[in-house]
């Protein structure tokens, strides 16, 4: 089951995990979730996919709330997730004798009209003592549709991801190419010359948040839709 994205585009993590998931309200809605997440899912290159890769314990139990709401073209959320491993005593960055991580985010968004469309969000990790936070903001030209031959998207954006707390980013730079802990500048663009055909590129620079040192990445693909 995919855990609830708040906000949509706003989550600074998203992954499967096994379980059960129930939603309340209709402009505002309440999502409560329990169940069990493969810590092998987390990012390759994290704290966390390394220390699960060193024990036999690799799920770890997980517990969520989420609350979201739209008002006009105003969007925005708030959520908190508790998950529980002895992988966390073996993560590094985090407190010592530790088995839990505790996060808590906020996100909100604003669409100005059919063609743009600005979104942040924040989120903590309670347990961890290093890399604990993550934030993104973002900008947002059109958009690419896949059954629409022509439809064209661009955007910009700052992100700043904690390894332990953004265990597995959304952003495709980083889902995709196994990017994390880092802060920096991306750009993408995606395209449509084919009745379900999608074609993109994104482009990231900035620093490792664990060695200040240079990372980049140009990531491309081309998605046949059937």
């Known amino acids: 089951m995919h855990i609830q994205n708040y906000t949509e585009e706003t989550t600074l993590r998203t992954f499967q995990f096994s379980g059960a998931q129930v939603t309340f309200g209709n402009q505002l809605k309440l999502t409560a979730e329990a169940g069990r997440w493969n810590l092998n899912s987390a990012n390759k290159q994290s704290n966390l996919n ?66 743009w469309n600005l979104y942040g969000a924040y989120a903590k990790n309670e347990k961890a003592e290093a890399d604990a936070t993550a934030h993104n903001i973002q900008l947002n030209y059109k958009g690419a549709q896949k059954a629409n031959k022509g439809s064209w998207g661009a955007y910009t954006a700052y992100r700043y991801m904690g390894q332990n707390v953004a265990f597995a980013p959304t952003y495709e730079t980083f889902l995709n190419a196994g990017v994390n802990n880092v802060k920096g500048w991306e750009v993408g663009t995606e ?36």
């Open 50 to 115: 390394d220390a699960a890769g060193k024990t036999d314990d690799d799920a770890a139990n997980y517990q969520g709330i989420a609350l979201n709401g739209t008002a006009g073209k105003l969007y925005g959320g708030a959520a908190y997730r508790h998950f529980n491993s002895n992988v966390f005593t073996q993560t590094k960055g985090f407190e010592k004798n530790t088995d839990e991580a505790n996060i808590w985010s906020v996100g909100a968004g604003y669409k100005f009209d059919k063609n």
């Open 191 to 226: 395209y449509v010359p084919f009745t379900n055909v999608t074609a993109a590129a994104y482009y990231f620079n900035g620093k490792k948040l664990d060695t200040d040192r240079d990372a980049e990445l140009l990531f491309g693909r081309v998605n046949f839709w059937f």
